[in-house]
């Protein structure tokens, strides 16, 4: 239990900068959704989309890499080093192509006006790329605190910047106060571009305060151990590529598809902003996951030769499904609630996605905490096999979807993909690298959620406080069955 409360432990302090601070960040979307069109934010939605997928490119599996060879290394600092100076060396020359390329890129995506936003977002990428593996090496030497800390100074910068030049310049200006320090700082030309700002500002932050990890670096590249680190870094690039291929490529698909469908760029978008802005509601898991995957991934490592390493990952795989699927029954059911998190009424349309989409995220999470398989068996390429058959029926769905059920057949897409994805990966790791976990309580917990929010959407209707009292009563029987089968009742009568 120790070895759990340590892994709780660390998955509270990650949350501390994951969840709250990337939380905070999020509540930047009503400031967002209030302030910009549904076209304009679904051109936001849209470049957001493509960083997702260079993200995975520019880091190209090393964090992950890192994790798996510090623990055979003798010479911890050289094999950083080595992995740091290829992080180096791709973003490298990413930065001076994306420069070099920008207004091509602008005229391919249809904003040939926005050329300087590509440049923005090509730096972006390559601070936070190159950020990500100096994190890494914090999470590696247990430095919660120090990784914390960074995270929401930058997440802080990134708000705070937003606040001024979102929240009172444009406002400032827009009521035609242009004469005073609003006026210095904010042109409606650049517009949403102001967003991408505050973002570069709060990416070259992480840099900036990792200095002290900068001084220790020395480049240094051998080419046997340049050979061993990709093969192995590969498949978990392209496992990587392909699982934000089902994560984002819906937005830009959206978008082109109704195109060819003959609706205006103008339409389109706002349906992507519409699509994007709900899909924001479905964060909770999303950040839950993201938090312990900073915390479990080092912790699967270190735990591999552990004796009692199976009933560890049993153990936590069946409360992290309880976690999640308690997050999908609350917002699920109280939407009436959660819908203000965008007040912009133009956006509620698309609430009828978020269900689907919680429900999609709750699969993703278990693959997640699954995919730990493949990785201490040393055969990444599963994890590859698996992330590019996802994304080939994540595209021909959302082909044959969206023009019939517009951006609802992109929800539902995530969905089949993610439980698809789940399912098989838990047939490929029981045969070759088993790990016996739960399944009984994993798919009661799953089943019992999905039934209630059923049930009370069913029931729901216009009235709110009905709403309510429903979502409230469901919940509450969902956390009494947790309670009833997790607390040691019967211990506590023998004593």
Do not use: H
Not at 113 to 132: E, H, K, P, R
């Amino acid at each position: 239990m120790s070895t759990l409360k340590k892994l709780a432990g660390q998955t509270a302090v990650y949350g501390l900068s994951s969840i709250l601070g990337r939380l905070l960040n999020y509540l930047l979307v009503p400031l967002f959704t209030s302030a910009f069109t549904t076209s304009e934010y679904g051109i936001v939605s849209e470049f957001y989309a493509y960083v997702a997928f260079l993200v995975v490119l520019l880091t190209f599996g090393l964090e992950t890499t890192y994790f798996r060879f510090i623990n055979k290394s003798e010479n911890g600092e050289k094999t950083f080093n080595e992995i740091f100076s290829l992080v180096l060396i791709i973003n490298g020359i990413f930065l001076v192509l994306i420069l070099l390329l920008s207004q091509g890129i602008a005229n391919a995506m249809l904003f040939p006006q926005y050329q300087n936003f590509v440049m923005w977002f090509g730096c972006i990428l390559a601070f936070d790329a190159t950020s990500s593996l100096l994190l890494a090496k914090l999470r590696q030497q247990n430095n919660a605190k120090k990784f914390a800390l960074i995270q929401l100074a930058s997440i802080g910068l990134n708000i705070l910047l937003n606040l001024i030049f979102i929240l009172y310049a444009k406002r400032e200006v827009d009521a035609g106060n242009v004469d005073g320090f609003a006026g210095m700082i904010y042109s409606p030309a650049i517009g949403i571009g102001y967003i991408f700002i505050a973002n570069l500002c709060s990416s070259l932050l992480k840099p900036l305060l990792l200095y002290k990890e900068l001084s220790e670096f020395k480049f240094t590249l051998s080419k046997e151990q340049t050979k061993t680190v990709l093969l192995f870094a590969a498949p978990l690039a392209i496992a990587g590529f392909a699982g934000i291929v089902n994560e984002t490529i819906d937005r830009p698909m959206i978008k082109y598809i109704l195109l060819s469908q003959g609706e205006t760029l103008d339409y389109a978008m706002s349906q992507v902003g519409i699509y994007s802005g709900n899909y924001k509601l479905s964060i909770l898991i999303t950040l839950f996951i993201q938090a312990f995957r900073y915390a479990a991934e080092p912790f699967f490592f270190a735990q591999e030769k552990n004796v009692d390493r199976a009933k560890i990952y049993s153990k936590i795989m069946t409360w992290f499904v309880i976690v999640v699927t308690t997050i999908f029954v609350v917002i699920s059911l109280n939407l009436d609630i959660f819908k203000w998190f965008i007040p912009n009424e133009n956006y509620w349309e698309g609430l009828k996605i978020v269900p689907v989409l919680l429900l999609a995220n709750v699969f993703l999470g278990i693959y997640y905490n699954q995919s730990i398989w493949y990785k201490l068996a040393d055969r990444p390429m599963f994890g590859a096999y698996i992330a590019i058959g996802g994304a080939l029926v994540t595209i021909v769905l959302n082909i044959i979807a969206v023009p019939i059920l517009g951006y609802m057949g992109s929800a539902w897409t995530t969905l089949i993909v993610y439980f698809g994805m789940c399912a098989a990966s838990w047939y490929l790791g029981q045969k070759n690298y088993p790990i016996k976990y739960n399944l009984r309580k994993v798919l009661f917990y799953i089943g019992a959620a999905v039934a209630l929010v059923l049930i009370g959407l069913m029931i729901q209707g216009n009235d709110i406080k009905t709403n309510l009292f429903i979502g409230i009563l469901f919940t509450s029987i969902f956390l009494g069955v947790i309670l009833f089968l997790e607390r040691p009742f019967r211990t506590l009568k023998k004593r």
